[in-house]
Protein backbone atom coordinates (compact mmCIF):
# COMPACT_ATOMS: atom_id res chain seq x y z
CA UNK A 1 0.00 0.00 0.00
CA UNK A 2 1.33 3.84 -0.69
CA UNK A 3 1.07 5.57 2.17
CA UNK A 4 2.16 8.55 0.65
CA UNK A 5 -1.09 9.18 -0.57
CA UNK A 6 -2.58 9.00 2.71
CA UNK A 7 -4.49 11.72 4.58
CA UNK A 8 -4.99 11.70 8.60
CA UNK A 9 -8.66 13.04 10.10
CA UNK A 10 -8.33 16.82 11.34
CA UNK A 11 -10.78 18.90 13.18
CA UNK A 12 -9.53 23.02 14.01
CA UNK A 13 -11.69 24.53 15.86
CA UNK A 14 -11.37 28.72 16.07
CA UNK A 15 -10.09 28.62 19.31
CA UNK A 16 -7.60 25.66 18.31
CA UNK A 17 -4.83 28.21 15.92
CA UNK A 18 -4.19 31.90 16.39
CA UNK A 19 -3.23 34.30 13.64
CA UNK A 20 0.67 34.16 13.33
CA UNK A 21 2.89 36.56 11.61
CA UNK A 22 5.61 34.75 9.44
CA UNK A 23 3.71 33.83 7.17
CA UNK A 24 4.83 34.89 2.96
CA UNK A 25 3.82 38.39 3.62
CA UNK A 26 4.84 40.40 6.29
CA UNK A 27 1.46 42.81 6.10
CA UNK A 28 -0.61 40.02 6.31
CA UNK A 29 -0.86 37.29 9.65
CA UNK A 30 -2.20 33.55 8.94
CA UNK A 31 -4.21 30.91 11.12
CA UNK A 32 -3.10 27.69 9.89
CA UNK A 33 -6.46 24.93 9.63
CA UNK A 34 -4.84 21.75 9.95
CA UNK A 35 -4.73 20.67 6.65
CA UNK A 36 -0.83 20.69 5.76
CA UNK A 37 -0.11 18.20 8.39
CA UNK A 38 -3.24 16.22 7.69
CA UNK A 39 -2.16 15.62 4.12
CA UNK A 40 1.56 15.47 4.87
CA UNK A 41 2.31 18.41 2.75
CA UNK A 42 0.59 18.11 -0.37
CA UNK A 43 -2.51 20.91 0.54
CA UNK A 44 -2.70 24.12 2.86
CA UNK A 45 -5.68 26.05 3.76
CA UNK A 46 -5.11 29.18 6.31
CA UNK A 47 -6.67 32.16 7.09
CA UNK A 48 -5.19 35.54 5.97
CA UNK A 49 -5.48 38.71 7.31
CA UNK A 50 -4.70 42.03 6.81
CA UNK A 51 -2.34 43.25 9.49
CA UNK A 52 -1.02 46.66 7.88
CA UNK A 53 -1.98 49.13 5.50
CA UNK A 54 -1.00 48.10 1.52
CA UNK A 55 2.54 49.80 1.14
CA UNK A 56 3.70 48.79 -1.79
CA UNK A 57 1.92 45.54 -2.57
CA UNK A 58 3.02 42.47 -3.20
CA UNK A 59 5.17 43.22 -6.30
CA UNK A 60 4.56 40.88 -9.37
CA UNK A 61 4.87 37.58 -8.57
CA UNK A 62 4.28 33.70 -9.63
CA UNK A 63 3.98 31.08 -7.39
CA UNK A 64 5.58 27.68 -7.15
CA UNK A 65 2.31 26.17 -7.22
CA UNK A 66 -0.09 23.42 -8.76
CA UNK A 67 -3.67 24.68 -7.27
CA UNK A 68 -4.19 27.98 -5.63
CA UNK A 69 -7.32 28.97 -4.91
CA UNK A 70 -8.47 32.04 -2.75
CA UNK A 71 -12.21 32.45 -1.09
CA UNK A 72 -12.57 36.69 0.17
CA UNK A 73 -14.61 36.06 3.75
CA UNK A 74 -14.83 40.07 4.50
CA UNK A 75 -13.68 42.77 2.66
CA UNK A 76 -11.93 42.86 -0.17
CA UNK A 77 -8.60 42.87 -2.04
CA UNK A 78 -7.46 44.40 -5.68
CA UNK A 79 -5.38 42.36 -7.60
CA UNK A 80 -3.60 42.65 -11.02
CA UNK A 81 -3.77 39.37 -12.94
CA UNK A 82 -1.59 39.50 -15.99
CA UNK A 83 -2.57 43.44 -17.28
CA UNK A 84 -6.22 43.22 -15.79
CA UNK A 85 -7.23 44.88 -12.70
CA UNK A 86 -9.44 42.71 -10.75
CA UNK A 87 -11.57 43.82 -7.66
CA UNK A 88 -11.81 40.38 -5.10
CA UNK A 89 -14.81 41.18 -2.89
CA UNK A 90 -16.60 38.97 0.36
CA UNK A 91 -17.83 35.63 -1.42
CA UNK A 92 -16.20 35.59 -4.35
CA UNK A 93 -13.95 32.57 -5.58
CA UNK A 94 -10.32 33.26 -7.45
CA UNK A 95 -8.63 30.18 -9.31
CA UNK A 96 -4.98 31.50 -9.35
CA UNK A 97 -4.11 29.14 -12.45
CA UNK A 98 -0.51 27.84 -12.01
CA UNK A 99 2.18 30.27 -13.27
CA UNK A 100 -0.21 33.37 -13.96
CA UNK A 101 1.53 36.69 -12.73
CA UNK A 102 -0.37 38.39 -10.55
CA UNK A 103 0.09 41.92 -8.14
CA UNK A 104 -2.17 42.05 -4.75
CA UNK A 105 -1.67 45.93 -5.08
CA UNK A 106 -4.94 47.44 -2.20
CA UNK A 107 -7.13 45.82 0.09
CA UNK A 108 -9.22 47.31 2.76
CA UNK A 109 -8.36 46.89 6.69
CA UNK A 110 -10.83 43.89 6.91
CA UNK A 111 -9.75 41.90 4.38
CA UNK A 112 -9.70 38.17 5.25
CA UNK A 113 -9.87 35.17 2.89
CA UNK A 114 -9.48 31.37 2.87
CA UNK A 115 -6.46 30.00 0.54
CA UNK A 116 -6.25 26.37 -0.12
CA UNK A 117 -3.07 26.00 -1.82
CA UNK A 118 -0.81 22.84 -3.35
CA UNK A 119 1.81 21.77 -2.38
CA UNK A 120 1.69 23.35 1.22
CA UNK A 121 4.90 24.80 1.06
CA UNK A 122 4.51 26.64 -2.16
CA UNK A 123 7.15 29.58 -3.27
CA UNK A 124 6.51 32.83 -4.59
CA UNK A 125 8.80 33.95 -7.20
CA UNK A 126 9.22 37.76 -7.87
CA UNK A 127 8.64 38.40 -12.16
CA UNK A 128 8.77 41.33 -14.43
CA UNK A 129 5.03 42.25 -14.70
CA UNK A 130 2.80 43.02 -18.28
CA UNK A 131 2.28 46.40 -16.79
CA UNK A 132 2.42 49.25 -14.03
CA UNK A 133 -0.08 48.38 -11.13
CA UNK A 134 -2.13 51.25 -9.42
CA UNK A 135 -0.98 52.51 -6.00
CA UNK A 136 -2.93 51.53 -3.26
CA UNK A 137 -5.74 53.50 -1.28
CA UNK A 138 -4.56 55.33 1.65
CA UNK A 139 -6.31 53.58 5.19
CA UNK A 140 -8.66 56.68 6.60
Not at 30 to 35: A, I, N, P, S
Amino acid sequence: MDTSLQTKFTHVKPNDTQYVEGGLRDFFVYRDLGVAGATNGKVIAQLVRANAAPEAGTGWHVHEAEFHIVYMLKGWAKFMYEDKETLVSAGDCVHQAPGIRHFLFDYSPDMEYLEVVGPADFGSIGVKGPCAAPAPALWA
